[in-house]
Nanobody, 122 residues
Framework: QVQLVESGGGLVQPGGSLRLACVAS????????MGWARQAPGKARELVAG???????RYADSVKGRFTISKDNAKNMVYLQMNSLKPEDTAVYYC????????????????WGQGTQVTVSS
């Protein structure tokens, strides 16, 4: 089993910043992708940012230029630096990871964390 635990959410004023962190633990042989998604009340889950094993990054148009994703391979951690936050960024943010759990397998399983609340309000 693999567990993902997010941290760093909270309440911030518009224009402020937050840094989310996520650590993956458990039966991990290899990780080829980590990322963040968010879900606001009444809306579908939206992919926000992703980073692959070679360091390539992707962002949703709504966060480009404001959010930065990074990772620490040695610690199996992924971060999301969020700047210039807007009220529409309010959501539960979920960490996602594609994990190969054993050298005996040749496929990756997608795991999700429990989420951390981010609220942008004055």
């Amino acid at each position: 089993q693999v567990q993902l635990v997010e941290s760093g959410g909270g309440l911030v004023q518009p224009g402020g910043s937050l840094r989310l962190a996520c650590v993956a633990s458990g039966s991990i042989f290899s990780i080829n992708h980590m990322g963040w998604a968010r879900q606001a009340p009444g809306k579908a889950r939206e992919l926000v940012a992703g980073i692959s094993s070679d360091g390539a990054t992707r962002y949703a148009d709504s966060v480009k230029g404001r959010f930065t994703i990074s990772k620490d391979n040695a610690k199996n951690m992924v971060y999301l630096q969020m700047n210039s936050l807007k009220p529409e960024d309010t959501a539960v943010y979920y960490c996602n990871s594609h994990v190969q759990t054993s050298s005996a397998t040749d496929y990756y399983i997608s795991y999700w964390g429990q989420g951390t609340q981010v609220t942008v309000s004055s």
